[in-house]
């Protein structure tokens, strides 16, 4: 989980660390930012790869500012 001393990119690849299992990333369904890493979420972008382009999933406050 993150670390509140750290600097906000180390937290998050820490959390994205955390949540790979047998060296592999994490699916979309293993992650939940908004209660996980809630003070990561307003610089947060989730982009999911679909089969006609691509969705937004997740734009936080901060990167859509």
């Known amino acids: ?3 509140s ?3 906000p990119w180390e937290s998050l690849y ?3 660390l955390s ?3 047998g060296g592999r ?8 930012p908004v209660i996980e890493i809630p ?6 972008l ?7 382009g ?3 999933r997740l734009a936080g406050s901060e990167v859509v500012a």
């Open 39 to 44: 003070q990561l979420v307003p610089n947060l």
């Open 54 to 56: 691509y969705r937004y």
């Open 25 to 32: 990333p994490p699916e979309r369904r293993d992650i939940d």
């Open 19 to 21: 949540k790979h299992v």
């Open 5 to 7: 001393k750290a600097e």
């Open 46 to 52: 989730i982009i999911e790869a679909a089969a006609d």
């Open 14 to 16: 820490r959390y994205w």
């Open 1 to 3: 989980m993150p670390d």
